[in-house]
Nanobody, 115 residues
Framework: QVQLVESGGGLVQAGGSLRLSCAAS????????MGWYRQAPRKQRELVAV???????NYADSVKGRFAISRDNAKNTVYLQMNSLKAEDTAVYYC?????????WGQGTQVTVSS
């Protein structure tokens, strides 16, 4: 079992920045990769960024060059640095852990970008 707790969401003006955090606990040694997803109203949940246990990263085209995913293994925490935010980035952001074919989700944190 893996527990995930996100934090760092909020209201920001377009062009601003936010940093999301996702703290993992439980069977963290078994985590293969962690990712950030988002879901806007009336839209499907979509992948934003993922980072593997080896540090490889992948991003959605819509956030490349603006967002950066990173991890602090000592703190069992994954971060999502979001810069140059746009109104279309408004969504609930979820942290996900990939563990041997099983996915664990956090509760989500709201990000609202005002234009």
């Amino acid at each position: 079992q893996v527990q995930l707790v996100e934090s760092g969401g909020g209201l920001v003006q377009a062009g601003g920045s936010l940093r999301l955090s996702c703290a993992a606990s439980g069977s963290i040694f078994s985590i293969n990769a962690m990712g950030w997803y988002r879901q806007a109203p009336r839209k499907q949940r979509e992948l934003v960024a993922v980072i593997t246990s080896g540090g490889s990263t992948n991003y959605a085209d819509s956030v490349k060059g603006r967002f950066a995913i990173s991890r602090d293994n000592a703190k069992n925490t994954v971060y999502l640095q979001m810069n140059s935010l746009k109104a279309e980035d408004t969504a609930v952001y979820y942290c996900k852990a990939y563990v041997a074919g099983i996915s664990y989700w956090g509760q989500g944190t709201q990000v609202t970008v005002s234009s």
